[in-house]
């Protein structure tokens, strides 16, 4: 999340009523979870076994629960609860607020764009030319679509995160201030879900196709020219690479990555990384030929056994 | 699901034209399905294999298909059909009605709640204060939400069990007449389905938070303070106890239990219940370590088979 | 697809501009898919592997990219791109057209069928008597349902088939012209989907009941009397005979057929036939007891293994 304008350090310590180590003029211009952080960024961490992360990022300020060393060129928030006082900043900064039109009035959608009965556009939405929104399609607020988008009945863009932390007696909500970016030429099926970005953009690149009942988690990156087809899970902070084909009811673990033009077999489960031009297969998933020789020993092993046995 | 009022069993017995056993006076304050039942109940039955279940369990009023001998302090319904005359009395006591207005006359609304456009809220559906229903969502009659609780789009709550009893010739649906309760802090993704009881209620325990694409069996009941991921699949008749997590594409088969802080790794089948703090994996579902010994032994198999061959 | 009359060979060429094999005067009625097809149509091919299949196939009229043998009684057009010139050709007979309202001038619904608040019906819709059509369904152009069907909340029926061509820099969308023929006394659960028949008819046979979150592909025809469970994916073109049960997350490949009677068990994977009356299991799918056996012996595999390296 872009902030409006630069802020000075001093400024947001005063936002967020905490002390700060750096200069006060420091300049802050943005604010991100840690997968998507730039220079100029604020990112935030509560851990120990993730400081080092944190501050080695290319985040410039650091929202963090302990006076630590403060890296050269760089600044401190300093905070008894970071994760409280991100969530105050992104309030703060994109104030809560529900368009009640089914099309808002700061929605933008290109001249030749057929919006169909039962659309709802959120605030700031915006659609390129020759898209075509099938009925009680659902796009909440700062999505963008491109050029030549199909999305099918039903289909939702840009809800929430999937995203909590675990307080003693509650879950704390992570308050997603990302996007959508729909590029051109893409088609998502009917039913399907792509949440926004938790900080930054979820992301679906030019002349993807997506069956029904896809889900994409928060601050995804899909390249150009995947296929998935019904009933894909993918979890969020995944890059899937250009030219990817997921089949039929395929999950996808958070943080991994699909290397370009991989292809995941039916109900397969990805935990790890797929490099670029493999097959992968099963659940846990690994490469296709030793899965499918793992299928082919085990309808052996009955026997096998018996015969074991019976020595 | 409660009568309005307490009932004489010979008054039922004129709404299904049926036999009785048992005082005329004796009373009838509800209707239930086996798995619900209470005191003051009718339960049906109507195969010889479940009659002892039903003579025994809590209801005291059985609407049976065979003359048996009836317990001390209850009363039988004699018919030759006790599936019809059962559904018979759920539609007496809850006539069809379906609410044409999109926000119905009888359904409740706290101040401060927010009902974004395009939502369907059912008659004498109740929502408490400081909740979102976002675009679209659709509520049927008789459901309850209690304070802060969110739903985002398109999502389905008390849409019909999924229970029918085979004929000959077609498929008899149960009738449902149950509900569905939400209580206090909960987060429910887009796309989610969550059907309503049979005859009881179906519940969400407060602050539990569901990912998209997650259904819920009618009559489930999912403790407080649970996590499921998206496109998990929990059939009716469950129990999950508080501090479940169900991780993405997880099913459940109906009628079995999870205990108190459970954890179902991706994609598992669950087919019988899992003790309370243990966490299972595959399809079908056992207990984890076990679980990726297996699939560590596994991919040894081709090699030991190749090997015990060549000797 | 039929076409609004019979035409002449000559003039279906000029619409594409294209070479012919066969006499000027030859009778073209419809426009199908390879799958689909019957004397009267047209087919198209356009890879050698392929070119038997359709010379051979019921159709009549060949689009073909090679001018080839022509089959006696039969006729070519010969096309450079004769997957563009068959997506012209649908064009041209069913023109895009998107209807606006939310209940299309031509959708027709049975007096005593009740369409519930949000419900979008698409052009030629029509709707038998008493049907119950639940908030925010949206029904495509040209779906046709029978009597007594109900339909849950947000269910999609009649979504465009995913079916892409790859070229070189992008995936050409083969146009959907098929229907959802729904029959008699069909149940559909919330959040559902059913693909239109790219150019024949996505059929649910009559008495057939599916739980919520399944989805149905192009063509596939689902015969009478079946059960399907929630989170079932179907793909394309599979043909499923009567009495059918799938359970929950099943999933089944294109172009496959499940015998009468047969049943897949929970999260299996259909890659195959199943033969009439068959049980399978797994992913990928087998005959179920056998693969209870695969799996009793891989739980004793561990064991196994450690005793022979042990020797």
């Not at 368009?99 to 290109?110: Q, R």
């Not at 919006?115 to 075509?132: A, D, F, K, Q, R």
Request: charged share 25%; hydrophobic share 40%.
């Amino acid at each position: 999340m872009k902030l409006p304008a630069a802020y000075k350090l001093k400024d947001i310590a005063v936002i967020i009523n905490c002390e700060f180590e750096g200069s006060p003029e420091h300049i802050i211009t943005g604010l991100n979870e840690i997968h998507m952080v730039e220079a100029g960024d604020i990112v935030f961490v509560d851990h120990p076994k993730y400081y080092d992360k944190a501050l080695l990022s290319k985040a410039t300020t650091i929202l963090i629960n302990k006076k630590v060393e403060c890296p050269i060129g760089k600044a401190l928030l300093v905070s008894d609860d970071p994760f409280r006082d991100y969530n105050k900043l992104v309030r703060h900064f994109q104030p809560v607020s529900y368009s009640l039109k089914p099309i808002s009035e700061t929605a933008k959608v290109g001249k030749t764009s057929i919006i169909m009965p039962g659309v709802y556009l959120g605030s700031n939405v915006t659609i390129g030319e020759n898209c075509v929104i099938h009925p009680n399609v659902v796009i909440y607020d700062n999505c963008h679509l491109g050029n030549n988008v199909v999305i099918h009945s039903n289909t939702v863009i840009g809800a929430d995160a999937f995203y909590y932390k675990k307080r003693a007696e509650y879950f704390d909500k992570m308050i997603s201030c990302g996007r959508v970016i729909i590029e051109d030429d893409v088609e998502i099926g009917a039913m399907c879900t792509i949440d926004k970005g938790v900080s930054g953009d979820t992301k679906i690149g030019s002349g993807t196709k997506l069956d029904n009942h896809v889900q994409i988690g928060h601050d995804t990156q899909v390249g150009k020219m995947c296929l998935m087809a019904s009933h894909v899970a993918v979890a969020g902070v995944v890059v899937i690479e250009d030219g990817v084909t997921l089949w039929g009811q395929v999950g996808v673990r958070s943080d991994v990555k699909l290397g370009k033009g991989s292809v995941l077999l039916a109900q397969s489960g990805l935990g790890e990384d797929i490099p670029a031009g493999k097959t992968f297969f099963g659940s846990p998933a690994g490469e296709a030929r030793s899965k499918m020789k793992e299928v082919a020993a085990l309808k052996m092993l009955p026997e096998l056994i018996k015969k074991i046995t019976e020595k």
